[in-house]
């Protein structure tokens, strides 16, 4: 039988919201601590890929960096209601640096 993935948006109220429209599971939290302790969770449970915005990522560099390398689940950074801090493109490009050896952006 076929596991069946989920993927989810956390991040604060008016960020997240708009991704149940499209039928993703929403986390909306107040702070870094919760959004840890949700990411967690959902790491734990067949959560394939998790947006994050990058409000909340600042606080959170120690997760980033415990599941950068692993297959499930995968965090991609999302500006927030405030705008974008260029912390996912940052991460993208050093992505894409180790993948393929050079900064092809």
Request: hydrophobic share 45%; glycine share 10%; with cysteine.
């Amino acid at each position: 039988m076929a596991t069946t993935y989920q993927i989810a948006a956390v991040g604060d109220w008016e960020s997240v919201m708009g991704f149940r429209a499209l039928g993703l599971a929403t986390y909306p939290v107040a702070s870094a601590g919760e959004a840890r302790e949700t990411i967690q969770r959902l790491a734990k449970e067949n959560c394939a890929i998790i947006y994050l915005t990058e409000q909340l990522a600042a606080g959170l560099s120690d997760v980033l960096q415990r599941y950068k390398d692993e297959l499930r689940p995968a965090i991609i950074l999302i500006p927030g209601r405030s705008g974008s801090l260029g912390i996912g493109s940052s991460t993208l490009r050093q992505s894409i640096e180790r993948a393929v050896g050079a900064d092809i952006l």
